[in-house]
């Protein structure tokens, strides 16, 4: 059977390592017959949580601040696999990629105890240098509180420039990854 996978991009830059990383999952989930939607969260309208606890009353639009998060709710609702990408910014997820992963919240706010829908998950990053143990911390507390599998984890160090990834391992290890949900 296959999957909906959604990625959130966390990435600034497209053609960047990250993004690298990102197609290389994709080409390998899609040659499985998986379906997937990835979004580039620097180029969409996505503004911080308010915090409100207003949200989880529309399941087309749960949050009350109406802006390109509207885009995400329904892949991500559908999505079986949830793909977080990002660059180690300051030794944690970029900025884009936390705004929209703290906007997912208002999904939760539909459901009681404030449930998190059941998901898979799977990390994908890419960095400067080798520095990811507060990530990969952050992500596996964020699995544990959100009730989701972790499902695989590429972690690229080493890659500053733009194409510093071409021809390292952790692009064969990320089509590998994809090309195994089934």
């Known amino acids: 059977m296959n999957k909906k996978i959604a990625i959130?991009?966390?990435?600034?830059?497209?053609?960047?390592?990250?993004?690298?990383?990102?197609q290389a999952f994709t080409k390998g989930a899609?040659?499985?017959g998986n379906t997937v939607r990835e979004f580039f969260l620097d180029k969409m309208d996505i503004r911080g949580c308010k915090g409100c606890f207003g949200g989880g009353k529309n399941a087309d639009s749960p949050c009350v601040q109406k802006d390109d998060m509207?885009?995400?709710?329904?892949?991500?609702?559908?999505?079986?696999?949830?793909?977080?990408a990002?660059?180690?910014?300051?030794?944690?997820?970029?900025g884009q990629l936390?705004?929209?992963?703290?906007?997912?919240?208002?999904?939760?706010?539909?459901?009681?105890?404030?449930?998190?829908?059941?998901?898979?998950?799977?990390?994908?990053m890419a960095a400067e240098g080798n520095g990811f143990e507060e990530t990969v911390y952050w992500y596996d507390r964020l699995m544990d509180h959100l009730q989701w599998k972790s499902i695989g984890k590429v972690l690229c160090g080493g890659v500053t420039g733009l194409g510093d990834i071409a021809g390292?391992?952790?692009l064969?290890?990320?089509?590998?990854?994809?090309v195994s949900i089934r």
Do not use: H, M
């Open 30 to 32: 899609e040659a499985s």
């Open 172 to 178: 064969e290890e990320a089509r590998k990854l994809g």
């Open 168 to 170: 390292r391992e952790e």
């Open 8 to 22: 959130l991009n966390g990435s600034p830059r497209r053609k960047g390592n990250t993004s690298t990383l990102v």
């Open 98 to 124: 936390k705004c929209a992963i703290d906007r997912l919240f208002a999904v939760a706010e539909g459901n009681p105890g404030y449930r998190n829908p059941e998901k898979e998950s799977i990390l994908l």
């Open 70 to 84: 509207d885009q995400v709710y329904p892949a991500y609702r559908d999505a079986d696999i949830v793909v977080l």
């Open 86 to 94: 990002t660059p180690l910014y300051f030794w944690t997820v970029s």
